[in-house]
């Protein structure tokens, strides 16, 4: 096999969680700092109703970007994620086979999955699970959740969050992310330069605090607002809104930090308010997903091209 | 006699959490069989990421029989006058499964009451294990735990099987519906499929023929071998940090340990984030040449086996250059500015929530630093040098470097600071200054990087607690403990004298808040069960300790000195002689004493003699403590014993005259403060064998409690 480019590997992914069930969802619309903020993991991980799911996320973090200047550290990076729910008992298994899909010799590597517990304190979530890394190269985060918007997790969800700049960067070792080849002749770089500079330029420079302050007591009002009218999915838009606005004013330099404290916990209030009102809507839908997955014939999806490979390949 | 085998199929488990879980696995095990009445051998357990086993070698396949006698209602509410059973006696006859005519009248403390002689009937061991070991299972802890899937079972990872085997029979053990086989699993890569075990006799063989050395001895062995042997084909040495070497053992099912290189240039960064970027972050071992240098290698240890180690090598030296080229754009950045330069950026770094920022923090260790400086008459260029550090000493955490490597706290500023041409014990003192830093590590060497921490340990250890966050059972996220025992060693290596209590209240002033006396009374309650801790750690009877804490009030270093001298003496046979002379003394006190002695009320020569022997012993002992010679002064208390001894032999204390009686109780108290200027001997335990163990100083509690009874 030619080596992966960077679409190969998404769409690689996409094939393999498509085979094993999983809903393939889209890129949320709104910025957000991870695909656990996508109302896909997010409200879906809370209630009852079975899911799964795949989609890749570009994930916002202002603070980490570096003007396009470091190899490794990006405003704007793509995270490949899959939820399952309940969690499946051979979900390692399936994992390890997706690697191989990917063109990973399991045999000619060093896989390990290394402790690691998660936490988000605006989302109200954590969960234990571990960093997968391959040849000491962190790949994947891997996270039972158990807490998700302040409410207990139940049935328990896994996450699998790929690191899909890191995992391209090691099958095409390359040293540097923006060397990545995209798609053939076409680098990471040659896409995503411009817009690391840029984006870096705004969140560390440019960004007008009062506008960004002023954004986000409307996105909490706004969102407060439609909680109250039973709006749980727009509520929850402004919740992001309100958390990517504290991210960026946080890159700017703009919190001290008792308000750090103090906005935390207003975005981590908000997130649990819309995690109880989504249960309490779903209930009040019947948890209609409880009925599709009793119907829903596992045959229907297509099956694991990879799996004669297996994971011990 | 059949072998019991009990194996937990987990996914990749805490590493940490391992031993823990054996340990308590072999407790469990040990004490369901001895509860069931099943004798047993040897047990050994086996730990690796994916399993916890526990192997009992010769276990009975029957119980022992038991008789048990149960006792019932009081003999004259189960009999009649004629001797007949009652009600009573029947329905607890019945309840017993004894026929009633087999009840038995008996004396048990002092009153009669039926009793029921109870012959438990031995069960087959399979028959009765599974319930029990079911038991073991479910109430192994661990640091944090989970749940998974639909249940609601808890443990550190997901359980995915489980075998258990008495000989060759399958016990039907079931926890969080994974039901015991004889199936296990082995290495996730190298095993193939699932495997059955004939008995607990071929399970380590069974395993190693799947890809697993379960036994984590030999893992160990296996890493320290290969690392060394790759280290010498370098002419260098495995630098083998006990905790790394801890974690790969417990994070390998298979290890294979493989050298690979990075660019020599690197070697130009510091040592310290060398090896930290090695050890911490990437989980290898550095390699040292016979100079105690860093070579340009590196030591991985991979959960496989020998095959592809090409590969393998390539992936992880690829990964290191990218971490290393990572630190050395960090220190670039860094090196920028100065050290001081960073300083007003700490307003942005937050101490703890209810504390402020590490610039405020700054500002209260320099006040601090200032104050100990006075008390302590430390000359100029000390006090220079300390005030500078506590300025300086927490600019490195809002560097790149300490960003991106917590861990390196401290650290990083020494050598920042070195760099920056800071006074070399400025640079010193900011690098010891956070020492102790986990257990075992050593406290600050230098006398300003000891103050330095010192202070800084204060204030923590005040505003914490001052915010009523004093820790709680294992929960101590604010390192409390570590910072107590920390200032703890300072004070006994720096030989400090100083009131304790009124540093803390400087450090409380320094937070500009009105906590009441209750904190600083907390602080130096806490600091003072550290060095207890402490102190018995190092083999200090516990009863000495108390003894020597009780008259040292907030002076940590007497305290400590008071316990070393009284563990010292307490091995002669004078020893003896000075307790029962203490005890006799002490115990006949009482209010009625007069608040002088008036040696005109003297009636016979032994109480003057006491007198005299009292005031010259006092003056002493008194000369010996304030020199800290607490031995010298437990030898001069020697002098009070004969005439203690005499005075109850020549007169009756508790004479008819009330006068005579007052000056005669205070005539003995005179004695006994001149023994409470050594020490409380009240907290002494004087038994043949003296305790030692948490569980002996509870056993040594109940004698004195029927001791003061009497």
């Known amino acids: 096999m030619s080596v992966l480019t960077f679409q190969d590997v998404v769409m690689a992914l996409e094939r393999f969680w498509a085979a094993q069930g999983c809903v393939i969802e889209q890129p949320y619309d709104l910025e957000v700092g991870a695909g656990t903020m996508h109302p896909a993991t997010f409200l879906r991980a809370l209630g009852p109703e079975p899911w799964r799911v795949a989609f890749v996320q570009p994930s916002r973090r202002p603070a980490d970007g570096r003007y396009g200047e470091n190899p490794n550290r990006l405003f704007k990076h793509y995270q490949y994620q899959v939820v399952l729910k309940p969690s499946p008992d051979d979900i390692q298994d399936r994992y390890l086979r997706s690697l191989v899909q990917l063109g990973i010799r399991l045999r000619e590597h060093d896989?390990?999955?290394?402790?690691?517990?998660?936490?988000?304190?605006?989302?109200g979530a954590s969960g234990l699970g571990w960093q997968v890394f391959l040849d000491g190269a962190e790949i994947s985060q891997f996270t039972y959740f158990q807490q998700m918007g302040g409410l207990e997790a139940k049935p328990v969800s896994v996450e699998i969050t790929y690191g899909l700049e890191r995992i391209t960067m090691f099958i095409q070792r390359r040293s540097s992310a923006f060397e990545i080849e995209w798609a053939p002749g076409m680098t990471y770089g040659e896409l995503r330069l411009q817009d690391e500079a840029e984006q870096s330029a705004y969140s560390f420079d440019r960004a007008d605090v009062e506008t960004l302050r002023a954004g986000f007591a409307a996105g909490e009002a706004e969102a407060s607002r439609l909680l109250d009218a039973g709006l749980v999915l727009p509520a929850y838009d402004h919740v992001l809104k309100c958390s990517h606005l504290f991210n960026l004013l946080d890159a700017r330099g703009a919190i001290g930090v008792a308000e750090r404290t103090t906005l935390m916990a207003r975005c981590r209030q908000l997130a649990h308010r819309c995690a109880e009102r989504y249960v309490a809507r779903r209930e009040e839908l019947g948890f209609p997903l409880l009925r599709t997955a009793?119907?829903?014939?596992?045959?229907?999806?297509r099956p694991a091209a990879g799996r004669a490979g297996g994971a011990r390949a | 006699m059949p072998d019991l085998l009990l194996e937990i199929g987990t996914e990749e488990l805490p590493p940490h959490d391992i031993a823990p879980a054996l340990q308590q696995l072999a407790e469990g095990m040990r004490a369901a069989l001895a509860a069931l009445r099943i004798d047993a051998g040897v047990i050994r357990t086996y730990g690796?990421?994916?399993?916890?086993?526990?192997?009992?070698?010769?276990?009975?396949?029957?119980?022992?029989?038991?008789?048990?006698?149960?006792?019932?209602?009081?003999a004259q509410a189960a009999f009649d006058a004629e001797g007949r059973p009652t009600q009573a006696a029947i329905g607890f006859a019945r309840a017993q499964g004894v026929p009633v005519e087999r009840l038995q009248a008996r004396e048990v403390e002092g009153k009669r009451y039926a009793v029921a002689v109870v012959e438990e009937r031995p069960k087959h061991s399979a028959e009765v294990l599974p319930g029990a070991l079911t038991g073991v299972v479910t109430r192994l802890s661990f640091s944090k735990m989970m749940r998974w899937g639909e249940g609601e079972a808890r443990f550190a990872r997901p359980i995915r099987w489980m075998v258990a085997l008495l000989g060759r029979t399958v016990l039907r053990v079931e926890v969080a519906g994974v039901r015991a086989g004889r199936t296990t699993r082995g290495h996730r890569i190298l095993g193939s499929g699932p495997r059955a075990v004939a008995s607990a006799q071929a399970y380590l063989k069974v395993l190693k023929s799947s890809g697993v050395i379960v036994d984590q001895d030999e893992r160990r062995r296996v890493i320290v071998q290969q690392t060394t042997a790759l280290a010498k084909q370098v002419s260098g040495v495995p630098v083998l940090d006990p905790a790394l070497l801890d974690e790969l053992i417990m994070s390998t099912e298979h290890p294979q340990a493989l050298r690979g290189a990075f660019d020599r240039e690197f070697l130009t960064l510091p040592g310290p984030v060398l090896v930290t970027v090695m050890q911490h972050h990437q989980k290898y071992f550095a390699i040292e040449d016979a100079g105690r240098r860093l070579l340009p290698y590196f030591l991985a240890v991979r959960d496989g086996d020998a095959r592809h180690l090409a590969t393998v090598r390539q992936g992880h030296e690829w990964v290191l250059r990218a971490r290393l080229a990572d630190a050395r754009f960090f220190v670039q950045e860094d090196r920028k500015h100065r050290l001081e330069d960073y300083l007003p950026k700490l307003d942005g770094l937050l101490f703890q929530a209810q504390l402020g920022t590490m610039a405020e923090k700054t500002r209260r260790l320099v006040a601090l630093a200032r104050h100990v400086s006075g008390l302590l008459l430390l000359d100029g260029r000390t006090t220079e040098a300390l005030l500078r550090a506590a300025t300086l000493c927490k600019a490195d955490l809002v560097t790149k470097m300490v960003g991106e490597f917590p861990e390196l706290q401290g650290v990083i500023g020494q050598i920042y600071a070195e760099l920056d041409g800071e006074p070399p014990e400025v640079a010193r003192a900011i690098g010891e200054h956070y020492r102790p830093a986990r257990a075992g590590d050593a406290a600050p060497k230098t006398q300003v990087g000891a103050l330095l921490g010192?202070?800084?340990?204060?204030?923590?250890?005040v505003g914490i607690v001052g915010v009523g966050l004093v820790p709680t059972g294992s929960q101590d996220p604010y390192g409390l403990r570590r910072a107590a025992q920390g200032i703890v060693e300072i004070i006994q290596m720096l030989r400090l004298r100083m009131p304790l209590r009124a540093l803390a209240e400087a450090a409380a002033a320094g937070y500009g808040r009105r906590w009441g006396p209750e904190v600083l009374d907390l602080v130096v309650d806490f600091l003072r069960q550290r060095l207890r801790a402490m102190l018995i750690d190092q083999?200090?009877?516990?009863?000495?300790v108390d003894a020597a804490v009780a008259v040292s009030g907030d002076d940590l270093l007497a305290a400590a000195d008071r316990a070393q001298a009284l563990s010292a003496f307490a091995g002669r046979p004078e020893f003896a002689r000075l307790y029962v002379a203490y005890d006799r003394a002490s115990r006949i006190l009482s209010a009625e004493a007069a608040s002088q002695v008036d040696p005109e009320k003297f009636e016979v020569p032994a109480e003057h003699r006491l007198h005299e022997a009292a005031?010259?012993?006092?003056?002493?002992?008194?000369t010996a403590t304030a020199g800290g010679d607490y031995l010298n002064a437990l030898g001069e208390l020697l002098a009070l014993t004969e005439p203690v001894d005499r005075i109850f032999d020549a007169v009756l204390i508790m004479a008819p005259q009330p006068a005579v009686r007052a000056n005669r109780l205070a005539l003995l108290r005179l004695a006994v403060e001149a023994f409470r200027l050594v020490a409380d001997f009240s907290k002494v335990v004087v038994a043949s064998d003296q305790p030692s163990t948490p569980d002996g100083e509870r056993r040594a509690k109940t004698t004195k409690k029927v001791q003061a009874a009497r």
Not at chain 1, 295 to 301: F, H, I, L, T
Not at chain 2, 51 to 72: D, F, I, K, T
Not at chain 2, 539 to 544: C, E, N, W
């Open chain 2, 615 to 622: 005031i010259r012993v006092s003056s002493r002992v008194r």
């Open chain 1, 294 to 301: 009793a119907n829903r014939r596992p045959g229907r999806a």
């Open chain 2, 48 to 74: 690796a990421p994916r399993r916890l086993a526990v192997v009992c070698m010769g276990v009975a396949s029957r119980q022992r029989p038991m008789v048990r006698e149960v006792r019932g209602p009081a």
């Open chain 2, 454 to 461: 010192l202070v800084d340990k204060i204030d923590t250890l």
């Open chain 1, 111 to 123: 896989v390990r999955f290394l402790e690691d517990d998660w936490e988000a304190p605006t989302l």
């Open chain 2, 539 to 544: 083999g200090v009877r516990y009863d000495l």
